[in-house]
């Protein structure tokens, strides 16, 4: 049932049922074989899980940064070759649509990542809005791995059946849900000065923190949001915001 082992780390001394990896399961999920398991446990070791197995010494962030860029590559392409009609400014829309956290969480539960995600629970609260940083991050690091392990053309398809058509059949593709720049576009037509985002509050361990962002427009308090980090927390004040412009009397 459980393909081979990671690095013998404890040398014969620690539970070695901690560091299996199953096999089928990672490939049912990537949709190909694996060369290097040792890539994907990397992808799906978030940082919280030092704690329980210092040992591990690394966690999936490096491979996060690298997934974040070849993901960006992927999906822009994409776009540039299907949508060839469209200017700049709607491809930069809609590859933020697609490449989201909020999105790619969604893609992370449709594959059912947190299988085989390596996390202390003790940190991590199991809903939707605990579990979506680490899944969307998971996703990246797992788009890291993929090319690392696979090369470009294995990465291209699982990015776009996992990511990119997804977001397709659910409509999101043409959905703006960039708040920020909707706010800022609306600021500029209305020839007043550009959002100004604060952090009001920063609490939790750091493996679960929580942000709480007010924007301000001329001084003015226009809109507050929540989130697991800083940009979800400022794109939840600006959606605020708009909604309150959106429905007060003076813009009726």
Request: overall charge positive.
């Amino acid at each position: 049932m459980f393909g081979k082992y990671i690095k013998n780390i404890f040398h014969g001394r620690g539970r070695k049922k901690d560091y299996l990896i199953d096999i089928k399961l990672l490939e049912n999920l990537l949709g190909f074989k694996v060369k290097n398991s040792e890539y994907y446990i990397k992808a799906l070791t978030h940082r919280s899980y030092l704690e329980l197995f210092p040992e591990f010494e690394k966690s999936n962030e490096r491979l996060e940064f690298f997934g974040d860029a070849v993901l960006n590559m992927v999906v822009a392409e994409f776009l540039f070759r299907n949508y060839s009609t469209q200017e700049e400014g709607f491809l930069t829309k809609v590859r933020s649509q697609i490449v989201n956290r909020a999105n790619l969480f969604v893609c992370a539960e449709n594959l059912g990542i947190i299988k085989l995600l390596l996390y202390n629970q003790k940190y991590i609260d199991q809903t939707a809005e605990g579990m979506k940083t680490i899944l969307s991050d998971a996703i990246e690091a797992l788009i890291g791995a993929i090319y690392l392990d696979r090369g470009l053309k294995y990465v291209k398809q699982f990015i776009l059946r996992a990511v990119i058509t997804p977001s397709k059949q659910h409509g999101n593709i043409l959905k703006d849900q960039n708040y920020k720049g909707q706010l800022l576009e609306l600021t500029h037509s209305k020839k007043i000065s550009s959002p100004r985002y604060i952090v009001v509050s920063e609490t939790g361990p750091q493996h679960n923190k929580e942000f709480v962002v007010d924007v301000f427009v001329n001084n003015e308090k226009l809109g507050s949001g929540k989130g697991k980090n800083k940009k979800t927390a400022e794109q939840n004040a600006a959606k605020d915001a708009l909604s309150k412009i959106k429905n007060s009397p003076s813009s009726s």
